[in-house]
Structure formats: structure tokens, C-alpha cells
């Protein structure tokens, strides 16, 4: 027998096994369709961008990878394995922690207690396995380390997160997220409402969180910060995937084409394609 | 805007005192204890205090479980109702039946654990909005009060029944143990609210169901313990009120939809869910307590009691929001 | 420094039916008379319990050393009563007895049951040996009073098996029942469902005139207020107006003021003198009908506003 | 996803109808007309129905007010007493003070309208919550009522103040001009919430004050508005109950707090504010006045009635969410 | 008497007297102080951008312009004369409109109804005049027009706000104030959650209206877009001005630089400022 080598620039073998991949989801509501067989792939340690105009349903795909909606149809598979989140709970037990959009953030409670909302920490000792008992002063401490490093100009963890301005309630998101991913960090517009600085800040995060190991998922309209740290880039266009790109090779220029429609990405070279 | 990093100045304080949001009903409860004391020399006393405290001592038992559900932006209108139901249960086993006091009480206490459960089950399961659910369990429990007591209330109880009735003298003033029994839940309530997880999860559940969603909290899960654990204490509220009646009463607890509801908004919740202090609820409970004490000492015809009961409660949330405008 | 002035308590059992309104104004005119300081206070609805046990304790910490109650519930206030009693208190009840009337000192009250029977013997007798239908308009489940007079008027009306002393609310022979409230909105209501279920019905019983005056209205705007008898318990003024003007054919009439007057002078009597009152007095229920019926014993109408309660 | 720019093919609808969320009611309503009518043969007829719409109309005209305060996130607990001191004001001065019947009515319409505008003066300048504000003006009107009337009842009421009650006569079945009047102002609600500006001003304060606030709908002036309007609704209703009765009744409309309530919640609107729909608040009245109506008519004991209402309410609106979840 | 000239390079007489002012402003919540002394000022028909860190007081500052709030004290005037906004109604009565932030949508309502909140299109005649009823066809088309402009892929103007995307529901946030301003618009971070295609007819937008007479006051944490459109920036920093830069001499790292505190403005040369 002769063993025919398949060019690896064609169809090369996927590094590793992929983290996260979704094929065909569809969500409809009534006559709007958010997603429309929408396939997903996530690989080990990679931070990818997901883009695609307003309303091309990347929130709703990120929603059903993390459980917060329930797909009318498709897979999920976590790690090579069929899942079924129906909720985050589900998600969040796999390890996987995302940042929504509109930030579910608790307007009357304070910053650390929504840093740590759904996990906080407990006492040790049967005080705390037992009787749940918070572990304030933990909690605290906790909560200024993870929100020093954001540098935020905010007086005090106790401040309820109603009186937070916009990009300071978004870093609170940020932080919590990036606290907390075991396997998977998903997030929706992180860095829309920051400022340069504190922007730049969780890009740093970001790619701190991809070293230490997780892969990164970041939806983003902004241009320069998914160049500046996408290992690969979706594009999402009217509810299902249109292209991967590979940032190294194609222009911010291009990729804004392809987002919008005015290149059909099979015109596109090969290198310019991620996969 | 202050310094650009975060402040770690301020520890943090380990217990929280009640918020501001109370002052203002704890201002009018003074006056009016100035008033009435002026007005009535019978008013001003240990044993008067003890008094209005078991007076009120089943409502503002009932009025915690009122403030777990409010809390979680629900509410109980069969609140009453199931405890009367919990009451006659104890009553008719322990004399009727004849079985020990103690199982006779759990048998009351799983009984309105179990009213409570199913309200929540019609709410999380059936979807049905607290406000119709609990009616309808109203409905349906007036009915099995009726019928299960024949609509007899039930005398001679024995005296294990009627212990938290009892009393004993702290200098001179005789106070129930079921006075103790009360201040003792709400001290247990504003630990847990405050100093455990799942009490932070039912704020955060009512203050915004959807983010505490999206963070794992199991919103379904919490819903049926709120409720669940509503139902146990208003058991406890029932062993109160038959403790302190003496007798198993069907028509019990009638008043007490409102009367849990107001305490709860006179302590400063919000009746939209996520905003309070179980605190401020036994504020609201004495605030009412003293009222109704205070004007029937110093013999306002019972027509008027109402007409100044009605602008006492409007003055002390009023002057609520006029001290916190000052602030 | 205690006064000289002797406080008395009244605990009726709401603050608005206009019968015990009068009760409390009768007991203030007697209070003012006698020179006693009155205090009122009721519960919040009809079988509050718990607010009149709060009332109770309430007066006793206030100094009175009688009070006068109506009891919601026969016999859950009966351990609180006990308390006040052995506090030193003198308790009388008014309009309705404790269960065990020995619970309190003295009881100055009608007989429910009693004023029932009569209206009951009353509408029997009216119908001859026309086939009764009846509809009775009660209270609202499980109130004694209400059970009373229900039972008093169907033994009266020939029902087998009735005793003072049952405890269910029988409705042998009863082509509709249904709960007014005492409430005449609701006792229209009642009645004109009653007449949708059975149109034939030509007797109502109804637990008390406002119901009486609503059951009439349903029944002139169905045609039928000529064809349908109407008994009632109360003697109010305007049901004794009522019954005047051929609304209610008969009443039986109570004496609320009374109860309250001889309980007020009781009470000033044990405050100068240490001496207590005891034991039952009835303070009389008359049938009031301008349509007298032989083997019943009636007063007419005229009687009737010269003795009622209210305006 | 779909088309990138905006259709305009869905023409807008020019009348809105009742939303889903009404569905489930009406389904249950349907179930129990025609299992009452299998009972009994007397309950489908149109005098039967006639007279369940008179049975409700005035808590069905109550429940309009309630329904504007509750889509503006408000509460109002004195609605029943406040009609019942309207129509006590009505019957007094055209009695026993002479004055001619229109303005006796009218001056009964001004009582209620004043004490709307009180409980909004109340809410908007001392910042009382509505379920404070609202529970002491019960209090106090309770005491105006008895005051006022003696705690008499008031007969002998002249022809104009009952003509509402008087009947026309539709293909045999006789109809009050009271409930022809209820429906009209159903209508005329649901016009002015769906078709005009103050309308839609009034659900966007429901759903979002600080949106509407900062769009410049002036929230304070819109609160007056409605609880002074809605007052005005309490002064007919009371017309209509006073019509109805042929007396004015300083005890009327005690269960009215809760019954009104019920029906704006059955009837789909949320208790939160901003969402709802006031037809759906006349279909809640409707089915209590049929669940009543119809229990009675089948001779179940009114013990068991309140077990079966509060089951039917229940599944009313359980119904509800299995048909929208279907969906 | 002989003339001196000053140097136009070094105090310029203002081109028209200025549309808004404030000096001083202070605002504090507690301890924390939003606003420590801001001043402020727009010229005609200018887009002028604010810039400035997370919490350093933007939003506090326009809230106070646009009257959402009450400062504690200092001045504003309009066109010259002192103001005191008691409400936005107030506000928007001199014809201010404003997008805020956190977007003051009814998300129970439809597009169209949000569109047109608290100035809906009446029928003609007294069945407007009088009964305030609405012309429920021609908001819908002047929805549809509005929207239209800024090609959202939005099904219906009767879709529920609640159910679009985030940057929909900015969309309708921005097509509202641009639509009904006749003074000044006020528009805070009206491109966060926008794609590229979406943002940048947003900043057409911007122009469009500034074009057509009215001053815009642009707050954005986008450098890009900030350079793209405004004729001046006003960088605030701690709570009150630290600069106000021309962005056709400054360079976009020196702003930023500025804007963060790495660059005393005092050292900038003449030019890069603004007056
Ligand atoms: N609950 C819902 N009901 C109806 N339509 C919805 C719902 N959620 C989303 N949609 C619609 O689905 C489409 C995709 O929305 P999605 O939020 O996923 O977009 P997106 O790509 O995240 O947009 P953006 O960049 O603006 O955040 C939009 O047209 C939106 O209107
Ligand atoms: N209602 C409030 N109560 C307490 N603090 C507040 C309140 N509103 C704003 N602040 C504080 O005032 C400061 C300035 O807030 P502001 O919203 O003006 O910032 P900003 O410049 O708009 O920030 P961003 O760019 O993140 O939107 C912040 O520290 C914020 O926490
Ligand atoms: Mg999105
Ligand atoms: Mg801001």
C-alpha cells in the first residue's frame, strides 16, 4: 500500500483535541432568527476573537455556549463530549465563566459581593461547609487584589455597584471572570466602556488568562485590541459563521470587509484563513 | 474620584447595623413613645413593653418569613391562613388525637412547611406570580381549616402546647418565652441574610433575578427553600399563637396577610425585592404594636385609633425620606 | 396617682357594624353618666381573636377593672379572659356568650339561637301550607354567631334534629345558602345567585337587616319582593324601618344599648363597692312584625323604632 | 439576522389587542362556562350573564383605577373605602341635605378625586411608598366613614342616584345601565393607555421611571394625574354600587383592596408596573364574578367555594404559561 | 495712545460667544466626589470630544449639563445666561437633547415607542391638541426612517427594545437624540457596543448634525473616532478639566498620555491646546 501525504497547508490536523466547538445552532424568536446554523470551534490556549456587525448574533451564540440560552437545535461539545447546559450553572460547573453584555451585575449590592455573587467564600471549617458562612474580610481582601489590578479609580469595595460609572461596572464584570475560569473564559464586549488605559488593562488580563492556560473567547467591535491579542478571529455574519482569519496575515482593512459583506471570503488566500 | 486605586482604608465592618433606610420609622416610634408616655403613666413600663412585645410576637414571626419572600421580589397573602391551619394541627392532635405535644407540634410544623412548599412549586413549577398563587392558597386553605376543625375552635390545650406562654422575670417584668423566641428568629434572620451565602443569593435573586442567574445561583432552588423556610417559621409563629390564645382557632391570622406586609414596607423593603433588612421588619412590628398600645392606654375611641394609626404610618416614612434628603 | 374615676373597657367585635357602634355609644353616654372613663377598642374583621386578646391585655394594662366584650370567638378568647380575670379584672360579655359561659362573671346578651327560632316559627307560620323554598343568606363559614341564628331559625321552622347546642351549620331543606358577609352588597349578590339556582324561592332567611335589605333588592329587580317573605335578626332602626315599609315581614329584635348600659353600670357599681355581677341576664329579643301571625308572639313595628338601636 | 435595514412591510396595527398574556384566563373561563353550564341549565342564559356583570361592575370599575396605578408600579389599598365614603357623600347630601342628585354625585365625585389626589401628594412630596401612603388612607377614611355617617346606613336614596340601575332590555335579557356604563369606561381606558400619549407615558413609568424621568416625562405630575383620575373612577364605581344597592354604606368595598387587585393581576398585569393590558383586568373581574356565580349556581357549600376558587385561579393563570411556553 | 497687540496665538477672542458654559461644578456622593470643580465650555456649531479615564467624572459632568442631575454647586449658562436645570425636562425644553450612558430605554416598549418617548407624534388637529392622540402610523414611519439611517438589522419597529442587541438598543438610543436636538446634543459613549460599519454612521451622524448648525458634545473612550470627528477635546481628569486639546496639531498617544496623567499639559507646546 502507499501512503498518499495529505498537504498539510490543506487540511492541517488540528494541534490539539478542540476546548469548545458547536455545530449548526439555530435560535429563533418568532420571525427573527439570532442564530441561523451557527458552527463554533475553540482550540487550547488561544484567545479568539469573535466579530461580526450588530445584532449578527454573536451574543446569542456566546449565550448558548454558556448555557444562558437554550438552543432550538445543534451541538455542543465540551472537550470532544456532547453538552447540554440548561443553564449556566451547567457551564459554570465546566469551568467555564463568561461575561455578559449587558453585565449581570446585582445594581444593589456591593463590589466585592457581586465580584464573588454565586461563589463566595466561606469560612473555613465546618462554620462555613455547614452553615455557609461568608468569609467577609477574605472576600474583601480578595475582591481589592482583583480590582487593583484593573486600576480602577474606585473608593471602596463596599460601594453598591449602582453607583459605579459605566467602565467601572464593566471592570467589576472583568474581574470576576477572569477570578474564576478553571477551563474556558467567554467575553461579550469586555472593553467597550473602559478607557484607553483600563482597556489596555484587560487585554493584559486577557492574555495573562490565555497563558496561564485557558483559552479566551472575546467578542469585540474593537479593531486594534482583537489584533492586539487574537490568536484567531470569527467572524460572525447574519447568524452563523462566515470565515476564521488569521490576524498575523490579513489587514484590519480586510477583515472589516469580510465582517461587512464587501469580500466573500472564499476570495480571500489561503494564509489569510485561519482554521 | 479620589485616588485612582482601591482604598483599603476601610475594612470591612464584620456585622452591619440596620441601614439608614430605617431611621425614620425609629425617630416616629420614639415620639410616639414620648407622647404616649406623657398621656398615660400606665404606658411607660417594663411590663407594659413586655406586653406589647407578645402581642405582636406572632405577627412579627410571621412578618420574617414575609420578609424572606419579599426579599426574593414575592409575596404571601396565605401567610395568616396557613398558620391558623398549623395552629388547629397542634391543637387537634395533641387533645383530640391525643399524641405527645412534641409530635403534635411537628406535625404543625410540617404541615405549614408543606403549604409553603407547594406555593413555591406552584410558583416555580407552574410559573403561577406569587401574588396569585398565594391567593389561591388562601382559598383553598380556608376551606380545609373550615372543614378539618368543623369550624370548632379547640379548647384545653396541654400545657407543653401553651409552654412558650409562659414567663419569666427579667427585674421584675414577666416577658413570655415566646417573646424570647421571637427575638431569637430575628436575630437568626439577619445572621443568615447577612453573613451567609445563600442569604446574599436571595438579595441578589431579588434585586436582579437575571444577573443572579447568569452567576449560578439557582434561582428555582432558592425560591423553593425561601418559601419552604417561610413555612417553617410561620409553624413556629402558629406555636406562638396558640402558646399566647390558648386554643386552636380557625379564624386566626386573618389580618395578618396585611399585617406581615406592612411591617415588612414600614422596615424599609422594597416591595419590588432585593432592598431591606429583616431588622427594619421588627421595627415595622413594634412600630404598630406600640401604636395600637399607645392609643388604646390613653383611650382614643377605637374609630380615631384607626384614623391616627393611619397618619402615624405615613409620618414615619415620611420623616424616613426627610431625614435621608438632609443627609 | 390613680383617680377616683373607674375605667371601664369595651372590646367589641369590629369598630364599623353599626351594631356594636351603637353598643360603644351607648356605653359612653352610661360612662359619662355614671362619671367612668370608657376605652374601645375591637378587632380588625369579624372573628379576630388575637386583636380583641390584644385589646383585652390592653385595657387591663390601662387599669380597667371591668371589661365588656363581645367575643369574635366564643371560645378562644375564653384563656385570655382568664387571665384578666385572675388579674382582678371583672369581664362581662355582651351580645354573645364564651363557651363555657362560665368563663366570665356575668353575660348580658340576646340568645342568637333564640332570635332565630323566633323568626323561624314567624316564617312558618306565614306560610301556611304554601311549600316553603328557602334560601338563607349566613355570615360567612364558621362563625358561631352565624351557625346560631342559621340553626335557631331552621328549628324553628320545623327542621328535625336542631338543638341549641349543634354545632354544624345544617342546611336540611335549604334550596340555597350562601355567605353575605352580613354585607348588603354581598347579601344582593347572594340572593340573586340564589334566585338563578332556584327561581321558586319564597323564603329568606337572613343573618342580619343589611343582608335583608340586599336580598330585597335583588328581588324587586327580579319582580319577585311581593311573592317572597324576608325574616332577619337585628332590630336596627332602618330594619325596623323595614320592616315598616314591607321589606323584611319580621325581625328579631336585639338591645345592644341595653347590653351596654346595664354592662357599664355594673362596672362602675364593682368599681365603688368591690361587688361583682354574675350569671346570665337575658336582655330580651322581641319579634318585630306589622304582619302579627297567631301562636306568635309579636310587636309591631312602632314598638319596634321606640326600642331600636341606631338612627 | 435576516434583512439588514428595516422592513416596513408589517404595517403598524392600528388597534392593539389584548396581549397573549391574557390567554390562559380566557381559556379557563371558557372551561368553567361550559362545565357550569353542563351543571347547571340555568347558567347559560343571558340574564345569567347579565347579572354577573352587575354583580361585578363596581369592582370591575375599581379595578380600572387599580390597574392605572398599578402599571405606574403603584399600590392602592383604600380604593374600597374611598368608594364607599363617595357614595355615602352622594347619598347623605341628596337626602338628608336636600342638595339636588347631580350634585350631590358631584360633590361625591370631588370626594373621591380629593382623596386620590391626596394619596398622590403623599407619594410624590413626602416620598411615601404607595403601599404606605395608600394603607394609612385607609385608616384614616375608615374612620371619616363612620364618622361621618354615624355608621348609618343611608336608604331612601332619590331616583337620579340609582338610575344606573335601572334596565334596558336587549333580545329579553335586561341589562343595568350601570354595567353598560363599566364597559364604556373599559373602553375608553383602554383607548387612552393604547392610543394617546398620557398612555404610553404611564406604562414607560411603570417599566423604567429613571428612562422616563430622562426622557422628560414628568413623572411626579404623571403620578398625580393618575391617582387623581383613578379617583374619579372610584366616584363612579361608587355611583354604580350606590345604584346598585339603593344605599349609601359607609361598609362597602371592604374586600374591594384585595378583589380589585386580584383582577388586575389576573388579568395579566404585573404587579411591578409597566406591563399589562386593561381588558385583561375586566376578563380577571369577569371570571370571579362567573367563578362565583357559577359555584353558587351548582350548589356547591360556600366552604367548598373558596377551595375551588382558589384552585381555578391558580390553573387560570398556570394555564397560561404551559399555552405560552407551547407557543 | 498707542494699540498693543496681543498675540492671537495666545489668547484668541472666542470665534462666537459660547453655546454652553460651567465653571466650577462640584458634585459628591458621600466621600466619593464625582465632580471637584469641572468647567466646561462649547462653541457653535462644534463637535467637542471629552475624554478622560473610567470614573473620572464625564458622566457626571454631562448629567449636570443635560439636568439628570442637580450639582451641589457652581454655575451653567446657556448661550450666556445662567441656567438651573431642575430636570432633564428642563434641559430638553432649551432643546438639549442627550444619549446617555447606561441608554434610558422603557424595555418593555417598542422601538418606535422609545423612539418617540415624552415627544410623541400627535394626530393633527384637537384630537391631538385635545386628546393627545397618537399618530401611530407616522411614528412608525418616521421610525422606520431614523433607524434606516443607521442600518441596525432590526425587524420591526415593534419589536420590544428588551429583545435587540446591545448595539441595537444603542442605536436607538443615538437615532433618538440626533433626531429631535435643535441646541446642542449631549451624546455619552454613543459608539461603545457599535460594529465598525454601525460606528461609523454614528459619526457621520455626529457630523450630519453638526453640519446642519447644532454642537455635539461627544464623550468616548475611542481614540479613533474621537479623532476622526472632533474639532476639540476636553480631557477630564480627577473630576474636573485638565485640558482641552486640538486634535488636528496633538498626536493620539499624547492625548492619551494627557488624558492619564503621564503628560503635565502645562508642557505641551501652545498649539496642541485648544481654547
Ligand atoms: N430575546 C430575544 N427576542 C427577540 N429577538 C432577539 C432576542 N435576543 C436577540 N434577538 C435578536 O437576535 C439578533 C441577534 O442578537 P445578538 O444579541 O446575538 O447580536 P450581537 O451580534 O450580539 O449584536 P451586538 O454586537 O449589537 O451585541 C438581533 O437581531 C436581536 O434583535
Ligand atoms: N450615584 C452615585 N453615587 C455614588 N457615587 C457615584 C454616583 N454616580 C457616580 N459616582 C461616582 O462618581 C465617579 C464619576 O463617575 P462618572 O460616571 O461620572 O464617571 P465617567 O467619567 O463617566 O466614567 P466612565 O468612563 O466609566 O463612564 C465614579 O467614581 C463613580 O463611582
Ligand atoms: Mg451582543
Ligand atoms: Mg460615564
Sequence with gaps: MTATLTPTAQRPAPAAPLVMEARNLVKKYGSVIAMNGADFELRPGEILAVIGDNGAGKSSLIKALSGATIPDSGEIFLDGQPVHFRSPIDARKNGIETVYQDLAVAPAMTIAENLFLGREILRPGPLGKLFRLLDKKKMHDEAVRHMQGLQFAIKSMKQPVETLSGGQRQGVAVARSAAFARHVVIMDEPTAALGVREGNMVLDLIRKVRDSGLPVILISHNMPHVFEVADRIHVHRMGKRAAILNPRVISMADTVSVMTGAINPADLSADMLAH | ?327 | AQSAQPIIGLITKTETNPFFVKMKEGAATAATKGGAKLLSGAGKSDGDNAGQVTALENMVAAGAKTVLITPSDSKAIVPAIAKARAAGVMVIALDSPTEPVSAVDALFATNNYKAGQLIGQYAKKAMGSKKAVIATLDLFPGQPVGIARHNGFLQGFGTAGITATTTAQISTGVACAADSFGDQAKGQTAMENCLQKNPDINVVYTINEPAAAGAYQALKAAGKEKDVLIVSVDGGCAGVRNVKAGVIAATSQQYPLKMASMGVAAGITYAKTGKKVSGYTDTGVTLISDKPEAGVTSKDSKFGLANCWGQ
Aim: glycine share 12%; proline share 5%; net charge positive.
Design chain 2, 1 to 327: 474620584m479620589t485616588q485612582p486605586t482601591v482604598s483599603t482604608a476601610a475594612g470591612p465592618r464584620r456585622l452591619q447595623l440596620p441601614s439608614l433606610s430605617t431611621l425614620g420609622p425609629l425617630i416616629a416610634l420614639l415620639i410616639a413613645v414620648i407622647v404616649f408616655s406623657t398621656q398615660s403613666p400606665r404606658f411607660f413600663s417594663g411590663t407594659n413593653f413586655s406586653l406589647i412585645l407578645q402581642q405582636i410576637s406572632y405577627t412579627a414571626v410571621l412578618a420574617i418569613g414575609q420578609t424572606l419572600i419579599i426579599l426574593i421580589a414575592g409575596i404571601d397573602l396565605s401567610i395568616g391562613i396557613v398558620m391558623a391551619l398549623g395552629g388547629l394541627v397542634m391543637a387537634k392532635l395533641a387533645t383530640e388525637s391525643g399524641l405527645p405535644a412534641v409530635l403534635a407540634i411537628l406535625a404543625g410544623f410540617l404541615t405549614t412547611m408543606f403549604f409553603g412548599f407547594m406555593n413555591s412549586q406552584i410558583i416555580t413549577r407552574l410559573r403561577v406570580p406569587p401574588f396569585i398563587a398565594t391567593l389561591g392558597m388562601l382559598g383553598i386553605v380556608t376551606a380545609l381549616n373550615q372543614t378539618y376543625s368543623g369550624s370548632q375552635t379547640i379548647n384545653n390545650l396541654p400545657p407543653a402546647l401553651t409552654a412558650l406562654g409562659n414567663t419569666f422575670k427579667i427585674g421584675g417584668t414577666a416577658i413570655t418565652y415566646g417573646t424570647v423566641l421571637m427575638l431569637v428568629l430575628y436575630l437568626i434572620a439577619w445572621f443568615v441574610l447577612s453573613e451567609t451565602a445563600p442569604g446574599r443569593h436571595l438579595y441578589a435573586a431579588g434585586n436582579n433575578p437575571e444577573a443572579a442567574r447568569l452567576s449560578g445561583i439557582p434561582i428555582n432552588r432558592l425560591t423553593v427553600i425561601v418559601y419552604t423556610v417561610a413555612g417553617l417559621i410561620y409553624g413556629i409563629a402558629a406555636l406562638i399563637l396558640v402558646a399566647r390564645t390558648g386554643v386552636g382557632d380557625p379564624n386566626a391570622g386573618q389580618t395578618d396577610n396585611l399585617d406581615s406586609i406592612t411591617a415588612v414596607v414600614l422596615g424599609g423593603t422594597s416591595l419590588f425585592g432585593g432592598r431591606g433588612n429583616v431588622l427594619g421588619t421588627l421595627l415595622g412590628a413594634i412600630i404598630v404594636g406600640v401604636f395600637r398600645n399607645g392609643l388604646q392606654l390613653i383611650g382614643i375611641p377605637s374609630v380615631y385609633q384607626s384614623l391616627i394609626t393611619g397618619i402615624l404610618i405615613i409620618a414615619a416614612v415620611a420623616l424616613d425620606q426627610v431625614s435621608r434628603r438632609k443627609s
